[in-house]
């Protein structure tokens, strides 16, 4: 290759291969039967910088790509003409397309999620999401629920409902680091997010699961009617020293230390880990709705990337470490660990 590669997408049913470099081109190739010749095709002068991320649209014979140059473009895969191109407000770091709509999806290192309308030769700005504090790291849709998943380096990630079309975001949290990998099996509704710190999380997506409040502002504890320390007028008049804030994770209110010294889990709510909670919300939650809705797994490695083959089971994961895993789903529910490590060609 002219420069290094920097990311690539492959097509099974028409065996090709689209690499894109980090000096902007997109290289396509079509692997032979036996997988034992690359035949070039052509090149797309797509970027001006290194590519991100590519996508091959089949139906419509588009390549879909992003770059550091903060431009997504998509070409015609059968002229290798440009089609069109929309600048993001960050460098894209995760790219997904849905083919019945034509609805293109760019996370950004900003947090922000923008959807593109794509048309043959022009693009609609439709919406932005932005529930993120860091960076997003991975996109995952799911076209049937019409459902859209977005890691994160703030360690969560968001199930963002598209097709409802009622705004309804909800917040997963099971990951100590930031989110690098997400994978979705369709057949069993389970979505699959791989961590930094080696953590492989199986959440159940077939659960009615419960939108997180937003969090209320107030000068005073919402249980205790105490100040908080910046409440001064309050603090004058009452004689007392002002408390620090704090929000329930169930109610979203404004409570201080003493009003929220529980700490519970919220599945439902995606918190699988204990989270803190005003004292009456802790009392009310019962212990099934603290049954977890999710398994956890250590993958005792750096996950950079993921891919679930669901017609075999297996789930294969790359990290950091040069190390490449195979797990084996063995129901639909649990995953084997450890993996089978293929770190070397190995003959025979």
Known sequence: MPAPCS??????????????????TISEFILSEDYNKMTPVKNYQAHQSRVTMILFVLELEWVLSTGQDKQFAWHCSESGQRLGGYRTSAVASGL???????????????????????EQDNCTLVTTFRGHTGGVTA???????????????????????????????IELQGHNDKVQALSYAQHTRQLISCGGDGGIVVWNMDVERQETPEWLDSD??????????WN????????????????????????????SSKRSSIPLMGFE?????????????????????????????????????????????????????????????FLLWPYVNVQEPRTG
């Open 139 to 169: 996109l995952c849709w799911d076209p049937v629920q019409r459902v859209l998943f977005s890691g994160s380096s703030d360690h969560s990630v968001i199930m963002w409902d598209i097709g409802g079309r009622k705004g309804t975001a």
């Open 7 to 24: 990311c690539m997408s492959f097509n099974p049913e028409t065996r090709r291969l689209s690499i894109g470099l980090d000096n902007g």
């Open 273 to 333: 880990f204990e989270v803190r909670v005003c004292d009456s919300c802790h009392e009310a939650i019962t212990d099934e709705e603290r049954a977890p809705t999710a398994t956890f797994h250590d993958s005792k490695h750096n996950i950079v990337h993921v891919h679930f083959d669901a017609t075999r089971g297996w789930l294969l994961t790359s990290g950091t470490d040069k190390v490449i895993k195979v797990g084996c789903h063995l129901s639909e529910a």
């Open 220 to 229: 005073s504890c919402q249980k205790c009617d105490q100040p908080f320390f």
């Open 96 to 118: 997904q397309f849905d083919v019945e709509t034509r609805h293109v999806f760019i996370g950004d290192q900003s947090g922000q999620v923008t959807i593109l309308k794509l």
């Open 232 to 259: 001064f007028k309050q603090m004058w008049d009452s004689k007392k020293i002002g408390l620090r804030q704090h929000h329930c994770r169930k109610c979203g209110k404004a409570v201080c230390g003493k009003c």
